[in-house]
């Protein structure tokens, strides 16, 4: 209670005007008379960041989510004021400052149109119970406005009318609306009049955003703490918002491909010879699968880097066994230390005092799977680095090819909130500070200390790391799956459009627990699921096991046989998926699009949710509903081959898709080339000896990507790649293919094999490198598919 009635009534406070201008190169200074300091920062042309402070001095700049080698610089900057306001324009941008209250207005420099402005602006309460400010800002909603984002929300794609809490959190069986869940990402894009951009609002304490719910016009968000820090991203375009986000906190190297692979996981398989059994089934079935999980009970009394020697007496053994069987072994690693003087991890983290501690000192207890347990300070460089080093027994000795990060939020059983109370400390870098500030983090910073140990001792492999709990930035480190989901119609829906949001909040390398984790599938829900799951960048299947079996062979022969036939799909599709998280780790695009994302010009898709690309060229859009048929779904404006059939569509519309069981909504994007491998087991059981190109002929042109390399290692970094571009433009009687190479990885196949698909003519002639060849030599087999030479730089067909 505060008794001071000047102090309780204070409210909202507001910047005055300015007093003072300062410059310094793209750092401009603008401070009140009240002491208050606008500092913005010019990026790039597109991207400004904006920090205020209330005490007339900034903290130390510090940020886990911003990437290090986050693109810098602009073409035009240019500064001038008028008797109200101060005007900052780029190449792209025009930014207005009040003179009178600092709010701030930004406009295309193209064409001078409103993209977004302050309402209210910066605004703030104090906080006595806390300390420091509440920090708010608000902007004026533009008409017709549309938000999308914040990484993990189980809700409609369009975030429009809704308030969101960003607050990591264990969040078991979750449902639609439930808010917030396992990650706290911070960031969204608006879209009106055809223009879009991006507002990421880098604080870790617990913020809020409210997209026109509490007022129809105006779009706010706020933190309990910290400071009002964010960047205007601005596109027009919404694919390029994504990625200069995604520029600016980051993407992940390249996963080893077998990480794009199938991947199988229950709680758990235990002991030894049910995970043989599992694994020794996909084999028997010739079910394709890269991975196989162990979780908590594969440890001695859940202590991490332990081993249960009931259940695996022998890991070394067993993993390695697993590997000469193509299965890659991934483990899971919890934050939470046992507290028990025998065990070593437990008595090292002591001794070096790395633990958590509460306010006055006492260590942070917390009750967890092993009993009453410590946790790291995974904000401590130290500690880090202590943590990657725990690996080296697990990665280099016994041969482990993954770790999986779970609890992380972090997760505390049996106490209010979940989780740590918030006078814990934190040593954030080098920043202390309390629980509250580091929160959001926890779960990020364990997941980059157990990347670097990965890294280490997987080298000269490359790591692969899962995570349920991130914040902004988490996916330069590892992939995530979205936490305990339920085996429900409606949560195969909550995971679709969990899979877009994540990837259009730069988190591409997500996929959601197949078949639900809570309760029960049924055959026609598991093949549904894994329908959809084989087009999320991240596949696994996953159960809490404690209501029957989820494997492909847990349901009936005709499940079995859907489920086969999808994962063939995804593995004949490897080098498709490859090249697109190429594209996502080179160029920051998104894997997956929502069909905003892809046309935003459309304003039909503004408000679709089930359909989206993969990649580029693949259209994909799951059945929900038991017992259909089919379904209707909008087709993106364009042509479109359905995979099925070949019959190519004009979109711009919705239409009905025939989908029985074994099939689902697929389309190909007309002029796409696709390339596809032969079906594997696992990846690398075949040497490829020829890759197949599926080519849909278009009237007009389309460029398409293949990006190879020796699926692990980092030769790639030393130029030993392989980047095809082709590009392909057909006309009524002709197409014409054309290859552009960069690299010098040497593919193991010397040949393609061409399918021409749709071609309006008969193939008279063909001409390579520009010269005809006789319809024999490249072995022209009348019905449409030639096998030629992979060194063809130039290919036109002739009708
Ligand atoms: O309190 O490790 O989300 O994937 O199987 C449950 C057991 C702990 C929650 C994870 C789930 C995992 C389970 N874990």
Known sequence: MILNTELEYKGNLFPSNIIDYKKDVDVLHFSTSNNIILQLTVLRDSVLRFRYTTVGKFNKDFSYAIDEKASRGYNHLEISDDKEKYIITTS???????????????????????????????????????????????????????????????NHL?????RFENWATDSYAYGKDTDPIYKAIPFYTGLHNNKSYGIFFDNTFKTYFDFCQERRNVTSFWAQGGEMNYYFIYGPKMQDVVTSYTDLTGTPELPPLWALGYHQCKWSYYPESNVKEVTAKFRELKIPCDAIYLDIDYMEGFRCFTWSKDYFPNPKRMVKELADDGFKTVVIIDPGIKIDMDYDVFREGLEKDYFCK???????????????????????????????????????????????????????????????????????????CSHQKAHNIYGMQMARATYHGLKKFNYPKRPFVITRSAYSGTQRYTSTWMGDNVATWEHLQIANIQAQRLALSGFSFAGSDIGGFAEQP??????????????????????????????PWAFDEEITNVVRKFIEIRYQLL????????????????????????????????????????????????????????????????????????????????????????SMPIFIKAGAIIPKYPVQ???????????????????????????????????????????????????????????????KYVTSYNTFKINLIGLPFKVKSIKVDNEYVDLKD?????????????????????G
Not at 143 to 154: A, C, Q, R, T, V
Not at 395 to 403: A, D, H, S, Y
């Open 778 to 798: 490249v072995k022209f087999n009348g019905d449409n598919s030639l096998i030629i030479s992979k060194e063809f730089t130039n290919l036109q067909i002739k």
């Open 92 to 154: 792209k941008l025009i930014c207005h400052i009040f003179k009178t209250d600092l709010r701030k207005s930004i406009f295309d420099a193209k064409d001078n149109t409103i993209i977004c402005e302050d309402e209210l602006g910066f605004h703030w309460e104090e906080s006595y119970e806390l300390g420091g400010d509440i920090v708010k800002m608000s902007k004026a909603a533009q008409n017709g406005e549309s938000y999308y984002g914040l990484g993990d929300k189980p």
């Open 681 to 743: 087991q696992y990846v690398g059981e075949k040497i490829i000896e020829e890759l197949t190109l599926d080519v849909y002929y278009k009237n007009g042109k389309e460029d398409s990507e293949l990006y190879e390399d020796a699926d692990d290692g980092y030769d790639y970094t030393k130029g030993r790649y392989s980047l095809k571009k082709f590009n392909l433009a057909g006309s009524d009687d002709k197409l014409i293919i054309r290859i552009h190479k960069r690299g």
């Open 358 to 432: 509460r306010a006055d000192g006492p260590y942070m207890k917390g009750k967890v799977w092993p009993g009453e347990c410590y946790f790291p300070d995974f904000t401590r460089p130290e500690v880090r680095a202590w943590w990657a080093g725990l690996f080296k027994e697990l990665i280099e000795e016994i041969g482990v090819k993954g770790v999986w990060n779970d609890m992380n939020e972090p997760a505390v059983m049996d106490v209010p909130g979940k989780t740590f109370p918030s006078d814990v400390r934190h040593d954030y870098d080098g920043n202390p």
């Open 522 to 551: 049924n055959g026609e829900l598991y093949a549904r699921w894994i329908q959809l799951g084989v087009f999320h960048p991240f596949c696994r299947t996953h159960s809490s096991g404690d209501h029957g079996d989820q494997e």
């Open 158 to 162: 369009n975030l429009k009318g809704k």
């Open 575 to 662: 080098p498709y998926l490859y090249t697109s998280f190429y594209q996502y780790s080179q160029d920051n695009v998104p894997m997956l699009k929502s069909l905003v994302l892809f046309d935003q010009e459309d304003s039909q898709t503004h408000y679709r949710t089930d359909e989206f690309i993969c990649g580029n060229q693949l259209l994909i859009c799951p059945i929900n509903e038991p017992n259909a048929k089919g379904r209707r779904m909008y087709i993106p404006k364009g042509d479109w081959y359905n995979f099925w059939t070949n019959n190519m569509v004009s979109g711009g519309k919705e239409t009905w898709v025939d989908a029985d069981i074994d």
